[in-house]
């Protein structure tokens, strides 16, 4: 019986490991680095392509077009997205393809804003804003150097 005494201290105690353990081993999921905007938008990149379609067409078209695309770094997209807004040099524009939460499980969301006016010309500063279905916004800031032509 005392043998028994004496081993159930060190029982107890070798079971019960510090808690820091189990916390080392634990992976970071999506919930705690949301709360880290900064670290959020470093896991994803942001592209912004402006188009001017000079295709033949009966009617002149008046407006060039953007293909807005929120890739993750590594893995797929652990939420739906959705673009919710579009700025170029301070000028809002809200035509988009898509206006619902998409894009979960995929490598890519990809958006078009439309009704962007001929007359813009590069370089261009454009804002974008990107938000999930639990509210997470994402904010980029970028340069377009460029507008693409398409024959």
């Given at each position: 019986?005392?043998?028994?005494?004496?081993?159930?201290?060190?029982?107890?105690?070798?079971?019960?490991?510090?808690?820091?353990?189990?916390?080392?081993?634990?992976?970071?999921t999506y919930e705690e680095i949301k709360d880290n905007k900064e670290n959020l938008?470093?896991?994803?990149?942001?592209?912004?392509?402006?188009?001017?379609?000079?295709?033949p067409s009966p009617e002149p078209r008046k407006y060039?077009?953007?293909?807005?695309?929120?890739?993750?770094?590594?893995?797929?997209?652990?939420?739906?997205?959705?673009?919710s807004s579009f700025q170029i040099d301070g000028q809002d524009y809200s035509v988009f393809d898509e206006t619902t939460f998409s894009s979960k499980d995929l490598l890519i969301y990809r958006n078009t804003v439309r009704e962007i006016p001929?007359?813009?010309?590069?370089?261009l500063s454009a804002k974008v804003q990107f938000e999930n279905e639990q509210g997470t916004k994402l904010?980029?800031?970028?340069?377009i150097l460029k507008v693409f032509d398409v024959h």
């Open positions: 019986m005392k043998k028994l005494f004496l081993v159930l201290p060190i029982f107890f105690f070798a079971c019960s490991g510090p808690k820091d353990m189990e916390a080392a081993k634990k992976e970071v938008e470093d896991q994803y990149t942001c592209n912004i392509e402006i188009i001017n379609n000079l295709m060039m077009y953007a293909i807005v695309t929120l890739l993750p770094h590594e893995g797929k997209l652990e939420q739906n997205w959705k673009l001929k007359g813009i010309k590069a370089p904010t980029y800031h970028m340069e």
